[in-house]
């Protein structure tokens, strides 16, 4: 489905680079976090730092619009092959706050 409102488009477009994996952009090999690939990553309590510290140099980087409020993991400790994020966000000019959740896991 195509995207209709300008928050839609940015919740994609946040989508997009949280699931890029880095060097799957042939033009841009820096851009993604990857999310999928530090599902692999060993769990001794610094994954969510990483993974927060990636999500805020991705966007700042490339989507300098928005602001990450927050980033929450769920269900870490009872599902070790499955990551669940939730990223609070803002658009900063439009004044709106919302969330993107998502989840992978091993396998797919």
């Known amino acids: 489905a195509l995207t209709k409102t300008l928050p839609e488009t ?6 997009n680079l949280v699931l890029t994996v880095k060097g799957e952009r042939i033009m841009d090999p820096d851009f993604g976090v990857g999310l999928h690939q530090l599902l692999f990553e060993n769990y ?3 994954l969510e730092d990483i993974v927060q510290g990636e999500i805020s140099k991705q966007v700042q980087q490339h989507m300098p619009f928005i602001t990450i409020e927050e980033v929450n993991f769920l269900n870490i400790d009872q599902e070790p092959n499955k990551l669940y994020v939730s ?8 004044s709106l706050e919302d969330v993107l959740e998502l989840g992978v896991e091993q396998g797919l």
Do not use: H, M, P
């Not at 940015?10 to 989508?15: A, P």
């Open 44 to 46: 001794d309590g610094s």
């Open 87 to 94: 990223i609070n966000y803002s658009i900063d000019a439009l």
């Open 10 to 15: 940015v919740k994609q477009n946040l989508k």
